[in-house]
């Protein structure tokens, strides 16, 4: 039996992806998934599709203050509320298709005794150190308080609820001893100042190191331009020794005599989860994170991130003494904001993952419009109006429309779903070389940018060829006509253009996994390979569906939504969680109300209503309207079924 887990290999460019740990704490919302696990998810499928050794890790960051805190507001252990919110986490993420090779978490055994490992030789080698620290200490409860049971006013911009970590407002990072009127998170009571011990790290004295392989590494990878800035902006104020143990029940043990009752700070362990993940996913983790010299590590987070990955993750790499694989890109992106506003997990406010189900607009739908505009060098915002418009006017126009009305039209009796004889890549009217000359332009720039990270542009570039294999048939006028008149330029034309929506289905795969296979189904042919740079050295030929080739049927890609859904779902959506669910347990009461009203008034006189069962609703029986405002969608050029979800939403108390 051959182990099937993914290993780098020699000679080969071997890619290792990590998305940055989702806090275990709430419901990711799109800001969170287009900032982390769907653009690493679009790279990942990229370096496979061009059959580069390539593994995907991520997993749930469960660790720290904010699960205790949320533990106790919900009433449930940390270990409860972790398992329920992991299984939020990865049913999000598998309706978002995201691909991830291995998805774990962080309590785990090879977790702790990775870290304590770390921690250990970091000790033994002079880079940590016992410190008497002044703390914030809970009389009302009698407890040392850690940085988020302490909740104040910031300091720098005088937010009234920053944390005593890091202000959510301005991002900096703090002490509990620097908030204004601070406040125990728990009781709300005013703390005082006690003296207790802690480890520090000592970043001061690793500056130097860090400073010199930053920035070889940033020249190198070519780090996101705020990865860079944000790097050296810390550098630059200098670093400092910073605790990395806490007061706290819920975290790694400090392997230290008399430190039984800490653990160790999560910002220092939940990097090391990439590490600990990836053992629990292959006993032959070494390979991947022990071989510099052979793998390189791309990290993909939102820019409130780039410290941890930038300064504190290599910092303890560099001092353990062992030769890790250390980060070669770092890819960051800057805030999706929601209708002009702020994304709030706390607050509630925007759309969450489990919320985008309720739509019944299909995973990549969404993926498309998170992608087209993700915030890669300045914030972007999500958009109703917008999200129905990329719908209607690119995939569904541009894309679906391409691929549609070409293998509608090989599927009727003019070719009878067969490719023509009269088709040949090597004979080609010449009035096509401008179009394969574009095409072999745009492949050029699409590599480019995808080894860059700059998904984005990537994606517009393959909208680009999708737009010119249209303008090739606009161009030559494809219908019966030409067919009957001019069967080998129609041939050439066929067989060029399905060539083309083949080709759209290995570049947009990547970005739109679902809509690539159904096009690989509809042409009857296998999952297709990005182009290399050698395979389009010499300009991209149509050589892939060759003539006599029979396709599949034609089926729609995506579906109209009716404009008016926009402003239904700006008002659906509107409130935050709790309102919303609110409204929905207010009208399923009503419904229900009447319903039974309904049933009573029946029954009092004695008549039989139709049955309820599977036959009565195949005969048409009325259902009850849909109150939750999923949208009724309509094909590239004809009504289809309504799509429908399936999935109910996962409610969750807010904090």
């Known amino acids: 039996m051959t182990d099937s887990k993914i290993l780098p290999k020699k000679g080969e460019r071997n890619i290792l992806i990590t998305s940055a740990l989702p806090y275990v704490n709430n419901v990711p919302h799109l800001g969170n998934v287009i900032g982390s696990v769907l653009s690493a998810d679009v790279f990942s499928r990229y370096n496979k599709a061009r059959e580069r050794p390539t ?96 909740e104040g006013t910031c300091p720098h911009c005088a937010y009234e609820d920053a944390r005593g970590d890091q202000c959510d407002k301005c991002g900096k990072l703090l002490d509990p001893k620097d908030l204004i009127n601070p406040r125990c998170k728990l009781d709300g009571a005013a703390p005082v100042i006690r003296t207790t011990k802690h480890i520090y790290l000592s970043l001061d004295k690793i500056q130097p190191d860090i400073e010199r392989w930053s920035s070889e590494s940033s020249s190198k ?78 990290q993909f987070l939102g820019k409130d991130n780039v410290p941890f990955h930038s300064v504190i993750f290599p910092a303890a790499q560099l001092k353990t003494g062992d030769d890790w694989t250390m980060l070669h890109h770092l890819s960051a992106t800057e805030y999706l904001n929601y209708e002009n506003g702020k994304f709030s997990k706390s607050r509630g406010i925007g759309v969450f993952g489990t919320s985008a189900k309720e739509t019944g607009v299909p995973p990549d739908v969404w993926r498309y419009y998170l992608l087209k505009n993700r915030p890669e060098t300045g914030d972007t915002q999500f958009e109703w109006r917008s999200f129905v418009d990329s719908n209607n006017s690119e995939l569904l126009a541009k894309l679906g429309n391409f691929a549609n009305r070409i293998i509608k039209l090989v599927n009727s009796k003019a070719y009878n779903s067969v490719i023509p004889d009269a088709f040949s890549a090597s004979d080609l009217p010449d009035s096509f070389n401008n179009t394969l000359r574009e095409v072999t332009e745009l492949l050029e720039q699409y590599l480019a940018e995808m080894e860059a990270v700059k998904l984005r542009n990537g994606l517009q570039i393959a909208m680009k060829v999708a737009e010119a294999g249209n303008g090739l048939i606009q161009e030559n006028r494809l219908d019966n006509s030409l067919i009957a008149n001019e069967p080998k330029r129609a041939a050439a034309v066929v067989g060029t253009v399905l060539n083309l929506v083949y080709l759209c289905s290995a570049i947009f795969e990547p970005y739109l996994p679902a809509t690539s296979k159904s096009i690989c189904e509809q042409l009857n042919a296998p999952f297709l390979q990005i182009p290399s740079e050698a395979d389009i050295k010499d300009g991209w030929k149509p050589t892939y569906l060759k003539a006599g080739h029979k396709i599949g049927k034609a089926a729609y890609l995506f579906s109209k939504i009716d404009d008016k859904k926009a402003e239904e779902w700006r008002e659906h959506f509107g409130g935050n969680q709790a309102e919303r669910q ?43 309207p849909l109150a939750d405002g999923k949208v009724e969608l309509k094909g590239e050029d004809g009504p289809v079924d309504q799509v429908v979800d399936g999935v109910a939403q996962v409610t969750i108390p807010t904090s």
């Open 582 to 624: 609110k409204k929905q347990d207010e009208a399923a009461a009503l419904a229900a109300k009447k319903a039974l009203a309904k049933a009573k008034k029946k029954e009092k006189k004695g008549g039989k209503g139709p049955g309820t069962g599977v036959e009565a609703t195949a005969k048409g029986t009325p259902e009850a």
């Open 221 to 298: 990878g070519g780090w996101s331009k705020n990865g860079r800035i944000i790097t050296e902006s810390w550098l630059k104020e200098g670093l400092k020794a910073r605790g990395i143990t806490r007061d706290l029940d819920w975290g790694v043990p400090v392997p230290l005599p008399g430190y039984e009752n800490k653990k160790m700070y999560v910002w220092f362990d939940a990097n090391w989860g990439y590490v600990s993940i990836t053992a629990n996913y292959t006993k032959d983790w070494k390979l991947w994170w022990n071989d510099p010299d052979n793998v390189q590590l791309y």
């Open 55 to 150: 593994l995907f890790i991520c997993g749930t960051d469960e660790y720290g203050t904010a699960t205790e805190t949320k533990a106790l507001e919900e009433k449930v252990t940390p270990e409860e509320l972790c398992s329920k919110y992991y299984k939020i986490h990865k049913e999000v993420y598998d309706w978002f298709d995201i691909a991830f090779d291995s998805f774990g978490r962080t309590p785990t055994a090879q977790h702790t005794e990775i870290c304590q490992s770390i921690f250990t030789r970091l000790y033994e080698k002079g880079f940590l150190f016992e410190k008497e620290a002044e703390q914030p200490f809970c009389e009302k409860h009698g407890k040392f308080l850690a940085d988020r049971f302490v």
